[in-house]
């Protein structure tokens, strides 16, 4: 099971995302994050080379998920400028990010930013497993008593 990100950037004309579920944290000093870019997509070029930001949809945000996979969906995203690059305006969490290094993945692109600001709201989580969307309620017990 993983959770499920749109990780937005600057295009050309506007705001523009891809849906990403390789997102993980790498380091905490420096603080950096990871996203595994397929070489094919048409947002490997931004992402390799310039800020972005990873927006960790909650619950109700499958239909965004869909939209930034390339579905047909009949919904408008709504934006927010963030410091460095747009970002939606209503994701569970947001993590953005200045490009910090970027290593070869066969036919995908690991892309590391350096974490410049981020965000998060309550709400139960939208999660990906077996090819299928599902949610994480927020109750659900941590590892709070580990820190
Ligand atoms: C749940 C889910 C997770 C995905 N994760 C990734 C990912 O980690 N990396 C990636 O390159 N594409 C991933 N994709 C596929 C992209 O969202 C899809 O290819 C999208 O159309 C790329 O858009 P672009 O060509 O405009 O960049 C995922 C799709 C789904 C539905």
């Given at each position: 099971?993983?959770?499920?990100?749109?990780?937005?950037?600057?295009?050309?004309?506007?705001?523009?995302?891809?849906?990403?579920?390789?997102?993980?944290?790498?380091?905490?000093?420096?603080?950096?994050?990871?996203?595994?870019?397929?070489?094919?997509?048409?947002?490997?070029?931004?992402?390799?080379?310039?800020?972005?930001?990873?927006?960790?949809?909650?619950?109700?945000?499958?239909?965004?998920?869909?939209?930034?996979?390339?579905?047909?969906?009949?919904?408008?995203p709504s934006w927010t400028?963030?410091?460095?690059?747009?970002?939606?305006?209503?994701?569970?969490?947001?993590?953005?990010?200045?490009?910090?290094?970027?290593?070869?993945?066969?036919?995908?692109?690991?892309?590391l930013g350096r974490v410049?600001?981020?965000?998060?709201?309550?709400?139960?989580?939208?999660?990906?497993?077996?090819?299928?969307?599902?949610?994480?309620?927020?109750?659900?017990?941590?590892?709070?008593?580990?820190?």
């Amino acid at each position: 099971m993983t959770g499920v990100t749109v990780v937005t950037f600057a295009g050309d004309d506007g705001p523009r995302g891809a849906t990403m579920n390789s997102f993980t944290s790498v380091s905490a000093d420096p603080p950096l994050v990871l996203v595994s870019v397929a070489r094919k997509a048409r947002s490997h070029g931004p992402l390799t080379t310039g800020p972005f930001c990873v927006n960790i949809l909650g619950a109700e945000q499958e239909p965004l998920a869909r939209l930034f996979a390339g579905a047909p969906a009949d919904i408008e995203p709504s934006w927010t400028e963030g410091a460095l690059a747009p970002r939606l305006s209503h994701p569970l969490a947001w993590v953005e990010c200045e490009p910090w290094q970027t290593y070869d993945g066969g036919d995908h692109t690991l892309v590391l930013g350096r974490v410049v600001d981020l965000g998060h709201r309550d709400g139960d989580a939208l999660t990906y497993t077996w090819s299928r969307f599902g949610t994480l309620a927020e109750s659900t017990g941590g590892i709070e008593h580990l820190f």
